[in-house]
Nanobody, 123 residues
Framework: QVQLVESGGGSVQAGGSLRLSCAAS????????MGWFRQVPGEERTWVALISGYSTPTVAASVRGRFTISKDNAKNILYLQMASLKPEDTAMYYC?????????????????WGQGTQVTVSS
């Protein structure tokens, strides 16, 4: 079955960096759209970055220039490199897979999710 397992979260000071990883299994990893999302308690989950099966990245405006999404198709791992972290980046971060398409076109159907990894940025 499809499994997504995030790791790499933690606590850092503002200006620091973290790299999140998402180990995927149970499907043809290289083929499909994947994404990173984040959620703060009491708020909606929002997308942070997307990457197509062709490795075309899209990054949300709020993190553009600081976050980079990438993937290693040989290892079936999705990454989110986060730099110049700010306190407002504090959230639970989730990876997700849309197994209905290779491109990340609307409407996307992220129906497989990991359990999340917490990122806390202190000022």
């Amino acid at each position: 079955q499809v499994q997504l397992v995030e790791s790499g979260g933690g606590s850092v000071q503002a200006g620091g960096s973290l790299r999140l990883s998402c180990a995927a299994s149970g499907y043809a990893f290289s083929t499909y759209c994947m994404g990173w999302f984040r959620q703060v308690p009491g708020e909606e989950r929002t997308w942070v970055a997307l990457i197509s099966g062709y490795s075309t990245p899209t990054v949300a405006a709020s993190v553009r220039g600081r976050f980079t999404i990438s993937k290693d198709n040989a290892k079936n791992i999705l990454y989110l490199q986060m730099a110049s972290l700010k306190p407002e980046d504090t959230a639970m971060y989730y990876c997700a897979a849309d197994l209905t398409q290779t491109w990340c076109w609307e409407p996307m159907q992220f129906n497989y999710w990991g359990q999340g990894t917490q990122v806390t940025v202190s000022s």
